[in-house]
């Protein structure tokens, strides 16, 4: 009570001190202002001096409002550049697995790691455009994203044309709603499936891969290229399987009844694989086992076409990784949109088929998903536009195979043919800032032999092994296995000199381990074979590049040989059905 008594007089005084001069400063300067006037009121004074003593609301409003877009703003810079750094540095699947035999590429990290003095110092260049694309990458039309430059989200007016694209941005962002895609309650029975609604599940298209990663860092590109055969053939009236797995490791056997029992889920039960051969019109596959191989493909490049440490590369690869699985995602769904169509429609008694590439393309065209009037002008969620840039990832993936196999013949080195492949596919698809980006990830691009080192470690293994067993043989067999034209003649002094300072250098390297010496060498205490060991290590390391170089390269024919016949096929495919949409991204 004492306090606020307090607080009552000081108030009070104040108000009293106020009121005195501005009656004061009134009556000197205007004498419009007379206390004693019963036309101004005491509650009119005080409400005036309250008022001139009330701090500015406004701008203090204005300042908070400025400082939270401000936090804001930066906050979101930071999360963008900051949030998802580790990106390119996927969790490590793989510490079971052998560094020497399946290490699998740029995923699996160790801490001697040397680095190459002779690769390109990227920065945090890489890893912020990487974060940067990956967190924008539902929105960005080259990862597979949704491309709000088409006409599809512009047709309904300002507001309506803003709502919609609003919405599409919430859904790109949105956590998928997984389990089915068709759950519209449907009545009936029966075997024919006639207005049954399908078990249809996402499979092939989700964020894990239906192969586990292991699997899949242990395959070659031969068997990648015998899945897109599995894919292409096993559907055919005539096919052999048992001719067809002949001769195949158990790895790849596997593999491809992973894919078959992916694709059966897929689909759904009571709905059978199509049958394929029965004439030669192009797009003859079965859409979801050519989904599979593209997952597997997608998802073996990033484990097995980027060495570890160049992570600039890695941005396009997994660019083009993130492309792939979205645009399968839209195959997919539009098979199971087909098969529902399908089942709604089916008469009693038929048999209901998964979509073959033509049939799912022949679909949309049938029920007019495109505005057949717009053709090729494609809807950007459909089943084309999925196949269509899944397409374009095959053939740039080719095209650079196609170029590699010519450094340096033709091309001055692997950065070269990566580049040359990249405007033979993309040049005049993609925009200028999507062409800076894949530009600045070719800049780091690996040699050729580098890659080919990574492909396939279990031949890299097995040539190392061979190169070390020469070493170890006979001297006078030495030079000739390495393709070395000098030789080594030793005379009974020599032989007994080299066999003396051979004891002297092991009693040496005892004694310097324990000092933490272990990696001296003593050859230089001797003189005279510092050189000639130089020398032979260059000859290995160049007989390992050599053999690892004749491998890849037989891989990659047997890669080509199956990939330009479907790639020259779905090139047919769209230019029937005049689906190949011009449109830069």
């Known amino acids: 009570m004492g306090f606020r008594s307090s607080s009552e007089g000081n108030l009070a005084l104040i108000l009293n001190r106020e009121r005195e001069s501005v009656t004061d400063c009134c009556q000197r300067s205007h004498g419009t202002l007379n206390p004693m006037d019963p036309s101004k009121s005491e509650d009119q004074l005080t409400m005036k001096i309250l008022s001139d003593n009330r701090p500015n609301t406004w701008n203090v409003g204005k300042i908070s409002i400025f400082l939270l877009i401000f936090l804001s703003a930066t906050d979101i810079i930071l999360n963008l550049v900051d949030a998802q750094m580790e990106s390119l540095e996927a969790p490590d699947h793989y510490d079971a697995l052998s560094a020497d035999v399946i290490r699998p590429a740029f995923r699996y990290h160790s801490a001697n790691t040397e680095k190459n003095p002779g690769k390109p110092r990227l920065g945090l260049g890489s890893a912020a455009i990487s974060s940067v694309t990956t967190a924008l990458s539902p929105i960005l039309p080259f990862t597979g994203g949704v491309d709000l430059r088409r006409e599809d989200y512009w047709t309904n007016g300002v507001f309506g044309s803003m709502a919609s694209v609003v919405e599409q941005v919430r859904d790109a962002f949105s956590a998928p709603s997984s389990p089915s895609v068709l759950n519209t309650p ?111 493909f997608a998802e073996w490049r990033i484990l097995r076409q980027v060495p570890d440490g160049y992570k600039g590369y890695a941005v396009g690869m997994n660019l083009g990784q993130k492309d792939v699985v979205q645009n399968v995602a839209k195959i997919e769904h539009a098979v199971h949109t087909y098969l529902q169509h399908r089942a709604d429609h089916l008469e009693e008694g038929d048999v209901l088929h998964s979509p073959t590439l033509r049939d799912l393309l022949q679909y949309e065209i049938d029920t007019d998903v495109h505005d057949n009037n717009k053709l090729p002008r494609l809807k950007e969620k459909s089943a084309a536009m999925g ?59 690996p040699d050729a032999v580098a890659v080919y080192k990574v492909m396939n470690p279990r031949k890299l293994k097995e040539i190392s092994e061979s190169a070390k067993s020469m070493v170890n043989s006979d001297n006078s067999e030495q030079p000739r296995k390495l393709g070395r034209n000098m030789k080594i003649k030793e005379n009974p002094f020599e032989k007994l000199g080299n066999h003396i300072a051979g004891e002297w250098e092991k009693v040496v390297g005892g004694v310097g381990q324990l000092f933490h010496h272990a990696g001296r060498k003593v050859e230089a205490m001797r003189g005279g074979f510092d050189k000639i060991d130089a020398e032979l290590q260059t000859k290995i390391d160049d007989y390992i590049n050599q053999e690892i170089s004749k491998d890849a390269h037989a891989h990659i024919n047997a890669y080509l040989a199956v990939a330009e016949p479907i790639l020259n096929d779905l090139a047919t495919l769209f230019d029937e059905l005049n689906m190949d949409d011009p449109t830069k991204v």
């Open 186 to 296: 449907r009545g009936g029975g029966g075997r024919s499936l006639h207005k049954a609604q399908l078990d249809s599940r996402v499979t092939l298209s989700k964020s894990e891969p239906f192969v586990s990663l292991r699997e899949i860092a242990d395959l070659t590109l031969n068997d990648i290229s015998m899945a897109f055969r599995y894919a292409v053939e096993h559907t055919r009236h005539d096919f052999n399987a048992g001719r067809f797995m002949s001769g195949l490791a158990p790895r790849a056997k596997k593999l491809f009844e992973k894919m078959s029992a992916s694709s059966r889920t897929s689909r759904g039960t009571g709905v059978y694989k199509p049958v394929t051969g029965l004439s030669e019109r192009s797009g003859d596959v079965d859409a979801l086992e050519f989904c599979a191989a593209m997952r597997i």
């Open 387 to 445: 196949l269509l840039w899944v397409r374009r990832q095959l053939h740039y993936q080719t095209a650079l195979f196609a170029k590699v196999v010519q450094v340096p013949e033709r091309y001055g080195s692997a950065r070269d043919a990566v580049t040359a492949a990249y405007k033979e596919v993309y040049d005049k698809y993609h925009g200028w800032a999507v062409q800076k980006i894949f530009s600045y990830s070719f800049q780091a691009a």
